[in-house]
């Protein structure tokens, strides 16, 4: 069955442009409430700016009995990145980023972590004649050669994302990620896929799956969902469940066998309840798929004729017999 895990910081005070959510809570405390969530096991935090302590962070993990799935490296929300960090056209502030990816894998190693995850939000741009565009590339394989290249007992994964907190990411798109780590050909080196940012990004997350588990690259995954517009960081199957039935359908296919790990805002409803939704749904679903007859489905699938294939759809997946 499926590892679960949740990105910390939503277990804490979130905020969107007018709004505060839920209450500000300590890393022992976010924590706390973790160990009460039913069906997980696992934490991604944000480095820096959510742990910086080894030993208090080890001290929590212990006292609650968690693993860590990822090591989130926040390459964002220094002034200095404000218009890229990866990309800058200051070396000094390419230099600075790089650094930081380098001291989250140092933190992953002292607390037991097997990868860091950076999604470079700052490293896009907003209008025509903003950024040379191959000067920018090389930018991001060198950048990202170098942190990737350090410590390579502990992999890099990418995550993509289309657009926040610029107009258009560089990297935007699975394909494009897997472009980015062919030019990079640094073994050490893998792809966050979040199911959200596939969705609005006009991808096919299923699809996603089976372009990254075809390449030589390790591949770990966010759930959530949204309404296709926005990354709204919804809980998952809200907005588009068939698509993330077939989400799963793959990851199994492929023996994926890393965390599931919760990307999903709370906001406007119970903590416990909207990660408990997420696990639920999850665990019932990838159940579903053990008991169905997939080479029956695979078989229809092969045959062509959609309408047989929705009618097994009706009677296997939404139980409409």
């Known amino acids: 069955m499926p590892k679960l895990a949740i990105i910390t910081g939503f277990l804490s005070q979130t905020k969107d442009r007018f709004h505060n959510y839920n ?9 706390a409430l973790m160990a009460k969530i039913e069906g997980y096991s696992g934490v991604e935090i944000v480095y820096p700016y959510e742990v910086q302590d080894v030993q208090e962070t080890k001290t ?7 693993a860590v799935a990822a090591i989130n490296v926040n390459v964002k929300a220094e002034p200095e990145f404000r218009n890229g960090g990866l990309t800058s056209t200051d070396p000094a502030i390419r230099a600075k980023a790089v650094q ?3 001291n989250a ?11 860091v995850t950076c999604c470079p939000l700052g490293d896009g ?11 920018s590339w090389r930018h991001l394989i060198e950048t990202f050669s170098e942190a990737g290249s350090y410590r390579p007992e502990i992999p890099l994964f990418i995550e993509y994302k289309p657009s926040e907190t610029r107009g258009r990411c560089f990297i935007d798109t699975a394909a494009k990620a ?3 780590l062919n030019d990079m050909k640094v073994g050490a080196m893998g792809v966050t896929l979040d199911f959200g940012h596939s969705m609005y990004g ?14 030589p690259y390790k591949y770990y995954v966010h759930i959530n969902d949204n309404d296709g517009k926005w990354d709204w960081d919804y809980f998952c199957g809200t907005k588009h469940f068939l698509e993330y039935v077939e989400f799963l359908h793959y990851l ?3 023996g994926y066998n890393d965390f599931f790990t919760s990307d999903t805002s709370p906001t406007r409803w119970d903590i416990r309840g909207t990660f408990e939704a997420n696990s639920r749904l999850t665990l019932k679903i990838w159940q579903l798929l053990e008991n169905i007859d997939t080479p029956r489905l695979e078989a229809l699938m092969v045959k062509g004729d959609y309408l047989q294939t929705w009618k097994f759809i009706e009677q296997n997946i939404f139980s409409l017999r």
């Open 23 to 31: 209450a500000p809570l300590s890393l022992d405390e976010k924590f």
């Open 60 to 66: 929590a993990l212990a006292k609650y009995s968690l």
């Open 100 to 102: 930081f990816i380098k």
């Open 105 to 115: 894998k140092d933190f992953a190693a002292d607390v037991g972590a097997d990868k």
């Open 125 to 135: 741009y907003e209008f025509s004649f903003q950024y040379d565009y191959a000067a």
């Open 178 to 180: 897997l472009c980015l």
């Open 202 to 215: 006009n991808e096919n997350p299923a699809e996603a799956v089976a372009l990254l588990a075809a390449s």
């Open 252 to 254: 199994k296919k492929y």
